[in-house]
């Protein structure tokens, strides 16, 4: 893992340089020949490792997807394995978390990883070498103007070649959560971006308050600008289900997790998927006899 310093100046990453956009529609052919029938050995696009995801959810160069959910329903924990699974497929992360310092994501990280709650000193470090050229992190917590991110993410695109970033969250990075206009900006720039420049942006995102917990919130309940799950490609819902954590749901085999895709713009799926939280590797299971998987940290690209 490498960290990307708040003192680096910015600056020359604020604006996104223009490129010629008007193109015959005929420069398209070969790309779209190559929609319709991808060429031997063309390689699918990232997922997530599940079994049960596999050909229903995938994180495609140019889209933006919206992880929304209420506090502490598991969305950065979901993010973590996920960017585990993102890194064994060869994608290269960037972490722009304002809400957890570098060292608790490792942390959390290493434990899903390593698949139990602590994991040795020789894990550890095999781990973090493992991290090198796959995860970078920009040192930055608390809140921040979004035009910074903007020029952080370019700065780490252009550097790094950055595939995939992580933006945790949002309203850190707009004042106020009713600057609809700032929201709207902001995400319309992150949209440009992942399109312009064939990279994948996860964006997490908060339910409004006042919703009841038990009930799996749907697109409509995240926050803010409604326009926000309009602009976005895919919108994905974690929800934790505290009843089944209690052991107070009808159906004792419930799952202690959900999730739902309310929104896939190139994915044919949308739907509920239930999973199974376990606490000592702090991983998501897809099933509730499953056991949680060591991750192998080879190079080999899946
Ligand atoms: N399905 C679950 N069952 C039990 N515990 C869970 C589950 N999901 C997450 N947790 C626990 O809840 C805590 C909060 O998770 P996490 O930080 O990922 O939530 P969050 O949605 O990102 O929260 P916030 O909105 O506050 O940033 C973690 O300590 C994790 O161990």
Redesign the pocket.
């Known amino acids: 893992m490498q960290l990307i310093k708040d003192d680096i100046d910015f600056n020359a990453y604020r604006e996104e340089p223009e490129t010629h956009k008007v193109r015959p529609a005929s420069d398209f052919l070969a790309e779209t020949i190559a929609a319709f029938y991808p060429p031997a050995g063309a390689s699918l696009p990232p997922r997530p490792l599940w079994d049960k995801t596999n050909g229903k959810i995938a994180f495609r160069p140019g889209e933006v997807s919206l992880w929304a ?12 394995q996920i960017e585990i699974d993102l890194m064994t497929q060869g994608e290269k992360v960037l972490s722009l978390s304002f ?2 310092l570098p060292v608790r994501q490792m942390q959390r990280m290493a434990r899903q990883a390593y698949a139990n709650d602590q994991p040795p000193i020789d894990f550890l470090n095999r781990f973090h070498a493992w991290t090198t050229g796959k995860l970078w992190m920009y040192d930055h917590n608390g809140s921040i103007k979004w035009e910074k991110v903007m020029a952080v993410m370019r700065y780490a695109q252009e550097k790094f070649g950055i595939t995939q970033f992580v933006i ?2 949002l309203m850190k990075c707009v004042k106020g959560e009713t600057d609809y206009d700032a929201q709207k900006d902001f995400v319309n720039e992150l949209c440009a971006f992942a399109q312009a420049r064939k990279v994948h942006i996860h964006l ?1 995102h ?1 339910i409004r308050k006042g919703e009841d917990e038990d009930r799996i919130p749907g697109k409509f309940d995240a926050k803010g600008a409604g326009a926000i799950t309009d602009m976005v490609d895919n919108v994905f819902i ?1 929800w ?3 009843k089944a ?1 209690r052991g107070d749901a009808k159906d004792p085999k419930a799952p ?2 959900m999730l739902r895709c309310d929104k896939q713009r190139n994915g044919e799926w949308e739907g509920m998927l239930g ?3 376990h ?1 000592e590797s ?1 991983q ?1 299971l897809e099933r509730i006899d499953g056991m949680p998987m060591r991750y192998e940290l080879s190079n080999a690209r899946h």
Request: charged share 20%; proline share 3%.
């Open positions: 959910g209420i506090n502490g329903h598991g969305k950065s924990m979901f993010m973590s809400e957890m945790d969250s997490v908060h974690v934790r289900n505290k954590e202690t997790a999973f199974w939280f606490p702090m998501y």
